[in-house]
């Protein structure tokens, strides 16, 4: 049976997580506050402005020694990027200063006088009656915005439309239903032709309300839980009760299990309508007029209301080596909050990162970055990507996110915004964060020798199913992977760890999986070791399947295939590393082989190991000796659940590690 090697087990484990210097020592410093002057000379008493004043002061200091630039409190409004380059390496930190809040905005502010009441009968019209009197109209024409431009006919993720934001809150677009979606009645046309979309029958006449001639668009999981499209309704035909849209969606409408008429469940919802604007909190642009319509849902004159407009990034680091951002909060920006672009030794710390339209931290390429005791929390996208590293040559990045609480994300980009994305990466570290409340993923990995370890994720595919806390896909060479040690619970639509669709070579031990719907998922792939988890109350405590044979896993498979031949697998370091490679193709490429499942216990789960295949399919597969415990961890809830592992006989999981550490330590 081809197993991973004991070298490479060992050399995944001393991955280290790239630990830069917290801080630089003494050195020079300099100043900046909201109420300080560019021409001043940046000092405690003389601040500067801009942190582009500081920035290029601090470029003739740092050869000298380190560079502290010091943020006074207040609010930085910015309608730029503020960048930081090659020229800017050196040990230089941007923080705040000792007990100063310190905002950095990538958003206008709205004033109640630019907030006008709806007078035109006309547009009354269109206002739902319980709503006429409170909604207040907003000319952005006038207000100089930019991205308020009609939509494209076909929109994936997000239209990249302005953001409204009130009291600190995201305001949602006005959309029908209000609660739970409206479904297809039945699909007459999946995919259409020429310049038109799929067609299907309604259910609700209200669909007849709706000026298609103005634009009308609607947003949906049309085909399967994890796609979702913001479609232009072409036609509307009142007497047929169908909707024709004026795009086709990537593999038509329909649910591609019930193909050609669809389920009857496909959920959709009518976006950025005014008719449909009927509840406080609620707005939308005319795009025709220029003018978005808002129902606050409190009195203007007391709420801070922030208006989104900038789709680039706040901070961006370019090749820049040994910085350091600390202490500030960052938001309101309608693209990423920070992005990294090579360069060595970066460090986001103790950052608050919030209501922005993308990600918040996005690293690709380079070495040895960090982000560290971070909150990232409503964001439009994801939290934290960390890419890098040569895949060919196996050489690590070094990059980590630790102790980060990353919560309430994917609010505009419904699925795969990850709390934490490392793919196509080598040698990242993923410890010790809280990761909740999504639609879709948890933490998308792939790529080699990265750890997962110690992090807590519940609440996620809140939406969205088929889907993991951990999630990795369609890759027989993503490999030497350890996930270790995580608390994965209270997420009924998810597969606690979950490689999908042939995924391949990763190391799974010492989870804790709870009231999920399978805790480990393998699906088709090969040398997943799985052992010593602990899964409680799930519907699978562990899954593996031969879907290889059905789906033609063989040597015609594009993506599997082209995977393996880029890396050289038959050749060092791959060879050395895994070797089980060397015969990946010639080996039974179709079955899944060289899975271990052993010392796994199940606890209460509907079924403990769900076996999807034929027998001889799993031929090469072992199964240890794992063991059904339905007599323990009698307990009601998650946290009832924390203190039942920390007595016997589950002293040996480390229950009180995982998480965010109390000392917010980058180890």
Not at 278 to 297: A, N
């Amino acid at each position: 049976m081809t197993r991973i090697s004991l070298l490479t087990v060992l050399s995944v484990l001393t991955v280290a997580g790239g630990l830069c210097a917290s801080s630089f020592g003494a050195g020079a410093e300099l100043f900046i506050s909201p109420s300080g002057d560019d021409a001043n000379p940046g000092t405690k008493e003389k601040p500067f402005a801009t942190l582009e004043a500081a920035r290029d002061a601090a470029r003739s200091r740092r050869k000298s020694g380190p560079v502290t630039v010091r943020l006074g409190g207040g609010d930085y409004f910015r309608t730029k990027t503020f960048s930081l380059a090659q020229e800017d390496s050196g040990r230089v930190s941007f923080v705040a200063s000792p007990g100063a809040k310190v905002r950095l905005i990538g958003a206008r502010i709205v004033k109640p006088r630019d907030f006008a009441r709806v007078t035109d009968k006309a547009t009354l019209a269109r206002i739902s009656p319980e709503a006429r009197k409170h909604v207040v109209r907003l000319d952005l024409a006038a207000l100089g915005v930019r991205n308020c431009l009609r939509w494209a006919d076909l929109i994936r993720n997000s239209p990249g439309t302005i953001e409204l934001f009130f009291g600190g809150k995201r305001m949602g677009l006005a959309r029908w239903p209000n609660g739970r979606p409206a479904t297809m009645k039945r699909v007459l046309d999946n995919n259409g032709s020429g310049k038109v979309g799929g067609t299907f029958e309604y259910r609700d006449d209200r669909h007849a309300n709706w000026p298609v001639d103005r634009g009308v668009w609607v947003r949906g999981y049309w085909r399967v839980p994890w796609q979702i499209e913001i479609v232009r309704i072409a036609a509307i035909d009142a007497r047929r009760r169908t909707v024709t849209l004026a795009a086709r969606v990537a593999g038509g409408i329909g649910s591609k299990y019930a193909r050609p008429h669809g389920s009857g469940t496909e959920p959709y919802w009518a976006v950025n309508l005014l008719e449909e604007l009927d509840r406080p909190g609620e707005w939308c642009i005319d795009f025709e007029t220029k003018r978005l319509y808002f129902w606050p849902p409190a009195a203007i004159e007391k709420n801070e209301i922030l208006l989104s407009d900038m789709p680039e990034p706040l901070i961006s680091l370019k090749g820049a080596s040994h910085v350091v951002l600390r202490g500030m909060t960052l938001e309101g920006g309608l693209g990423d909050a920070i992005t990294i672009t090579g360069g060595a030794e970066n460090l986001i710390d103790a950052m608050e990162i919030r209501n922005f339209g993308a990600w918040g931290v996005l690293v690709r390429g380079g070495k040895r970055h960090g982000v560290n005791a971070c909150s990232i929390h409503d964001m439009g996208g994801g939290g934290i990507e960390l890419s890098g590293g040569d895949r060919k040559t196996l050489t690590p990045a070094g990059h980590f996110a630790t102790n980060n609480h990353i919560h309430h994300y994917g609010q505009v980009q419904k699925v795969y915004a990850a709390a934490v994305k490392t793919v196509n990466a080598v040698g990242n570290r993923v410890a010790h964060n809280l990761i909740h409340d999504a639609p879709h993923v948890g933490v998308l990995l792939g790529g080699n020798d990265n750890v997962l370890e110690y992090n807590e994720i519940s609440r996620v595919c809140l939406v969205s199913n088929d889907m993991g806390g951990f999630y990795s896909y369609h890759d027989w060479t993503s490999r030497g992977n350890v996930l270790r040690y995580n608390f994965v619970h209270s997420s009924p639509n998810a597969h606690g760890i979950y490689f999908d669709d042939g995924d391949s070579g990763d190391i799974v031990y010492g989870n804790v999986l709870y009231r999920l719907d399978a805790g480990v998922f393998v699906g088709g792939g090969h040398d997943n070791i799985v052992t010593g988890n602990l899964a409680i109350e799930c519907r699978k405590g562990v899954h593996i399947d031969a879907r290889g044979v059905s789906r033609g896993y063989n040597l015609t498979h594009r993506r599997l295939v082209g995977a393996v031949k880029r890396v050289n697998h038959k050749q060092p370091p791959w060879s050395e590393k895994y070797p089980a490679m060397v015969r990946i193709l010639e080996f039974h490429p179709d079955l899944p082989t060289g899975n271990v499942f052993r010392g796994n216990t199940w606890v209460r789960c509907e079924r403990d190991f769900n076996r999807s295949g034929r027998k001889e399919h799993l031929r090469f597969t072992t199964f240890g000796k794992n063991a059904e415990r339905n007599d323990i961890l009698k307990i009601q809830n998650a946290e009832q659940l924390r203190s039942a592992l920390r007595k016997p006989p589950f002293k040996h999981v480390p229950i009180d590690k995982i998480g965010p550490r109390k000392d917010k330590s980058i180890q």
